[in-house]
């Protein structure tokens, strides 16, 4: 393997080590700024999750609070006692 490396002249080596790291720096870099960002579009989603979740569970507690409002409301009145 070594033997052919020999062969090949200096003006042939250098621009292609220059070449192969570039390549390597260029997918690192390539592929650090990929997961960077699915992580943060994750966190997003988990985010706007969580902010929906909780808005839906505050709207359901007021809602069961509005319905107990009115059946003690409903309880108190000597109408709804009659029926």
Not at 17 to 38: C, D, H, L, M, P
Not at 46 to 54: K, N, P, S, W, Y
Not at 59 to 80: H, K
């Amino acid at each position: 393997m070594f033997s052919v490396l020999n062969n090949i002249g200096i003006a042939i080596k250098m621009p292609a080590i220059v070449v192969v790291s570039a390549t390597v720096i260029a997918v690192s870099i390539g592929f650090i700024g990929y997961q960077q960002s699915a992580g943060a579009v994750k966190q997003s989603y988990e985010d706007r999750l969580t902010a929906l979740a909780t808005g839906r569970s505050a709207e359901l507690s007021n809602y069961f609070q509005a319905i107990r409002e009115d059946l003690e409301t409903l309880s108190a009145s000597p109408f709804a006692r009659e029926a």
